[in-house]
């Protein structure tokens, strides 16, 4: 899992043109690690795991850590927990790294297990990360990648921070066909509004497998 595995070192850098900078939230710690609000980080860990990748760290922030993945991507990982994640993403910009093709991956509790949705700008929904980002970036224009956890009970604390069942893992499995569809997509650098029109679409994730799902 994220910061487990991989050893920090400080490589000052320059990102190249064109390179897309995913900020999966989630909190850090094995505590944390397969629960609802680390869905964005656990998504990214299995279409790494899926593609073989040996993560290069780039820079080491303060508040989080710099990834090399495959062409065109870096993952930006804040270390901090989920309601400071904006902190890296700030850092990054006033160490003078572009940050103009950004996307953040994160859960979201309106969307259904095993669903989707790309978009760019709007609210956070409730979403404390997401809502950081914004407050520290200084805009919400931005690409966000919203993968479902739903449908959520309350406390909605406890909901988020509670363990996937055997039956949410079998559902988290299902999406990585199309996570990864979305990852080579977004590397072929298609203009967005013909990406958001395919990740949107309700068959691309698979939806069959939604009604199939008892609660």
């Known amino acids: 899992m994220w910061f487990q595995f991989w050893k920090k070192k400080q490589t000052p850098t320059v990102l190249q043109p064109g390179r897309c900078v995913i900020v999966p939230l989630g909190n850090p710690g094995d505590e944390y690690a397969l629960t ?128 996937w069942t055997q039956e949410e893992l079998e559902l988290i499995e299902g999406m990585d066909a199309p996570f990864a569809k979305l990852m080579s997509s977004m590397a072929a650098d298609q203009p967005f509004a013909v990406l958001q029109s395919q990740v949107n679409n309700p068959a691309f994730w698979q939806k069959k497998q939604l009604a199939e799902r008892s609660f």
């Open 36 to 163: 609802r609000h680390n869905l964005g980080r656990l998504m990214v860990q299995r279409w790494m795991d899926g593609q073989s990748l040996t993560p290069e760290v780039l820079h080491s922030f303060i508040y989080g850590t710099l990834y090399s993945l495959n062409q065109p991507f870096v993952a930006l990982v804040p270390s901090t927990y989920m309601n400071m994640s904006g902190r890296v993403v700030a850092e990054m910009v006033r160490g003078g790294f572009s940050l103009e093709r950004m996307a953040v991956i994160y859960d979201d509790k309106d969307l259904p297990l095993g669903a989707g949705r790309l978009s760019n700008g709007g609210g956070s929904g409730g979403h404390n990360g997401l809502q950081s980002v914004m407050d520290e970036f200084g805009t919400d224009n931005f690409v966000r990648i919203r993968l479902g956890i739903g449908p959520f009970v309350r406390p909605l604390h406890d909901w988020v921070l509670g363990e």
